[in-house]
């Protein structure tokens, strides 16, 4: 091992990834040919939040060294970050064929399991991790959120215990147990975990997030929210396609039953609009109280990149809309008032595609949204030139839009782009 990758290694562990980036680039420059560089690059670009590159050096890793099995558990961690499990399943597969005893292996096998809402299969994994290795940290972490998503939630704190016991300074076993505790409603319990976790790592964004989740639920609608959201998390894939499709088929039939029984009516139109409450709750939810939280000055802290992101993206197009829509009605202009509505209309998509965890979903929203944009812009330059019919083809496929990006987001966060 040369001296740029023994000092590389060094400058990783204390967190100094720029350092480590210039080096080991320096050291790819002298020998192309080195694996080892190429897979601590991945590192020291990953703790930069560079996870595109990140996954590009790691395939660069694999493709000098592919009988290595570490280097493929290494590449499928890298795209289960970017949300690319389709070729992160091919990765670990080849890690597992290689050495099917590898602990980190089982343990990304595990996780990319629980990424895909394979429950059952997440907790296999994770148990067969643990009998080769009882003391290994990772896979108690996931044991941990594979009980927790089946709704364990006694053995998850056990297993969080265990964690916590062996190392009172796990950042991951304190992020682990506050999960459970949430899962539990215990907010405030919750709340002092993660702290804690990102008090022994500052980086933990995930555990910046579950905290920020602590502060909203002080909220009454937001804990509405969150139970609704901690259902539909323990759903597979299928039994939430099965959820979406029989409620839209219980409301059609809800729907018919009151035409034909006017006396029903008074009973069923509750029903419908609980149901139609609750699809909104479960989109408007985040970006809204994301931003609430966003101008609080203590709770801006507790945003992720992502999160502050989407909570700009709503106030800005919410609050441009407006005064646009203002100057409009005030100055008796059609196309400004028009486009303002339609700009603040955007509020929600765009927060949506700022905020969209999976870098694809980001990509295909983003377009959406942009599409989306034009036809409001359209809309309100045919009301300027007094193109009426233009206006209505406009309107209508902003609205056909609108419907399909709302469908398509949740279509994304289903599939989770696997």
Same mark, same amino acid.
Request: charged letters at 25%; proline letters at 5%.
């Given at each position: 091992m040369s001296d740029s990758i023994e000092r590389a290694i060094l400058l990783i562990d204390n967190n100094r990834h720029a350092e480590a980036e210039t080096l080991l680039r320096?050291?790819?420059?002298?020998?192309? *040919?080195?694996? &080892?560089? #190429?897979?601590?690059?991945?590192?020291?670009?990953t703790g930069q939040e560079k996870l595109q590159e990140a996954g590009d050096a790691a395939r660069q890793a694999v493709g000098l060294a592919p009988d290595d099995a570490d280097y493929q558990v290494m590449l499928a961690r890298k795209l289960i970050d970017l949300d690319e499990y389709r070729e992160a399943g091919t990765a670990v597969e080849t890690a597992l064929r290689l050495d099917?005893?590898?602990?980190?292996?089982?343990?990304?096998?595990? @996780?990319?399991?629980?990424?895909?809402?394979? $429950?059952?299969?997440?907790?296999? $994994?994770?148990?067969?991790a643990l009998r080769?290795?009882?003391?290994? !940290?990772?896979?108690?972490?996931?044991?941990?959120?594979?009980?927790?998503?089946?709704?364990e939630h006694e053995d998850a704190l056990e297993a969080a215990d265990v964690v916590l016991e062996e190392n009172? !300074?796990?950042a991951g076993g304190h992020l682990a147990r506050g999960l459970v505790l949430l899962e539990q409603k215990k907010y405030e319990d919750a709340a002092e975990h993660f702290k804690e976790a990102l008090r022994i790592d500052p980086t933990l964004d995930f555990a910046r997030e579950c905290l920020g989740m602590t502060l909203k639920a002080r909220n009454p609608i937001y804990? @509405? #929210? &969150?139970? %609704?959201?901690? $259902?539909? !998390?323990?759903?597979?894939?299928?039994? @939430? %396609?099965?959820l979406i499709g029989g409620s839209y088929v219980f409301i059609r039939f809800l729907r018919g039953f009151a035409r034909s029984n006017p006396e029903w009516e008074p009973y069923v139109a509750p029903i419908i609009f609980a149901y139609v409450g609750l699809v909104f709750l479960s989109w408007t *939810?985040?970006?809204? $109280?994301?931003?609430? &939280?966003r101008l609080d000055k203590q709770g801006r802290w507790f945003l992720t990149k992502r999160q502050l992101a989407s909570s700009n993206a709503f106030l800005g197009l919410l609050g441009s809309g407006a005064v646009l829509a203002i100057a409009g009605a005030t100055l008796d202009v059609g196309a400004l008032f028009v486009g303002g509505l339609l700009t603040a209309a955007l509020c929600l998509p765009g927060a949506t595609a700022a905020g969209a965890e999976s870098q694809r979903a980001r990509r295909i929203l983003g377009r959406w949204f942009f599409a989306l944009a034009a036809l409001a812009l359209l809309a309100a330059g045919s009301i300027a030139v007094d193109a009426d019919d233009l206006f209505l083809v406009t309107v209508v496929l902003f609205v056909l839009g609108y419907l399909g990006f709302t469908f398509y987001g949740a279509k994304l966060q289903i599939d989770n782009v696997s």
């Open positions: 320096a050291a790819i420059g002298e020998d192309p *040919s080195a694996a &080892l560089a #190429y897979a601590l690059l991945a590192d020291a670009l099917p005893e590898n602990v980190d292996g089982l343990t990304a096998a595990g @996780l990319l399991a629980l990424n895909r809402r394979e $429950f059952d299969k997440a907790a296999q $994994f994770t148990d067969e080769l290795d009882p003391n290994d !940290e990772a896979a108690q972490h996931l044991r941990v959120m594979a009980t927790t998503a089946r709704g009172p !300074e796990s804990r @509405l #929210y &969150l139970r %609704w959201s901690s $259902f539909t !998390e323990r759903l597979d894939r299928k039994q @939430l %396609w099965l *939810s985040e970006p809204i $109280f994301n931003s609430l &939280l």
